[in-house]
């Protein structure tokens, strides 16, 4: 499918392709080693003693790949496989999946993550967000309530039924002609929450719109946020699990994700304000005992739900922008209790949808 926005980006993309490949070319032929120097950026860091120089625009150092050792010589061939890959896609204006990628040399690549790690190196040479590359992802993110818009033709109304659920486009670059009567952007984490308001009528009793990534965003509906944050200009709203899975999603709404840090300017999105689930909602709310789950002690990626807590408390970015989610954090940890939004269900299965979120919005009950 052609974007009608991507002819410029397009030939100036395999313009530096073609330099870069040129300049790799010389080096064999003169005799040299080719090298290939990556910025590194980073969304945040843990630096406790004051130093954090982080910057959502500036690189933090380089990395230099070379063919001389081996565990880089790996990386540099498969970086050079899916340029030509990219290169491909571009000269036919075509759109593959990273997915796609790794099936065309499953042997060589291994896994996924090689392939991953490729395309970002890719966008940090070319200094180009993922979607330039006519790379895409499959969408996961739903939307519904008070807004209306186009995308490459196809008309995505709805408004006519605020409470029904549409998928939210790949190519968020060629959407247009947003219309939206709505109030406020609630996103919220997780598909069971989002269903749960559709079928409350929700979106029918308030004026909104209702956003959900299922999960972890990818980038489609992290990229149709910032779009629709820009355009309306209106105040959003994030509602995730009180644990801190949830609240490292909403992190990564608000700051952006570590492994796409170089791309955090047109992906993070900094007016979020959390709604809830708080730790404190728990005595506010009076949450029975049976409702909390204690933080897990076993290793779940990588870490425990204590471990990641306090990995996100001393993120620099909590400290620097938002200090009112440390007390919450702590909170947390010294009880060392969980919950889940449809805990607030005990009360009465409305419960979230008639009381808990109206009431927050009205009295600005947010950090």
Known sequence: MEGKHSIPNRLNLLKKIGELTRSLVEDLCNGRSPTLKIDQFS???????????????????????????????????????????????????KHGSKRDIYYMHPSVFKEQSVVDRAVNDICILLQCSRHNLNVV??????????????????????????????????????????????????IVEKESVFQRLANDQFCRKNRCIVITGRGYPDVPTRRFL????????????CLVDCDPYGIDILATFRFGSMQMAYDAKSLRLPGIQWLGAFPSDCEKYQLPQHCLLPLTTEVFNDSTDKQKAE??????YVEREAPSWRNELQLMLDRGVKFEIEAL????LTFLSENYLPSKIQMGAFI
């Open 311 to 316: 990995g996100i408390l001393h993120r620099c």
């Open 226 to 237: 910032h779009l629709l944050i820009e355009k309306l200009r209106l105040p959003v709203y």
């Open 345 to 348: 269900s005990v009360h009465s």
């Open 43 to 93: 969304s945040y860091c843990s630096e406790d003693s004051g130093k954090c120089c982080c910057s959502y625009n500036l690189p933090k150092g380089k990395e230099i790949l070379t063919l001389q050792r081996e565990s880089q010589s790996r990386r540099f061939d498969a970086l050079l496989r899916v340029l030509l890959i990219v290169q491909q896609l571009l000269q036919e204006n």
């Open 137 to 186: 992802s499959v969408g996961n993110g739903l939307v519904m309530g008070w807004v209306r818009f186009a995308e490459a033709g196809r008309n995505f109304d709805c408004i006519s039924s605020p409470n029904t659920a549409h998928q939210i486009p790949v190519h968020v670059e060629d959407v247009e002609d947003i219309i939206s009567v709505a109030e406020y952007i609630l």
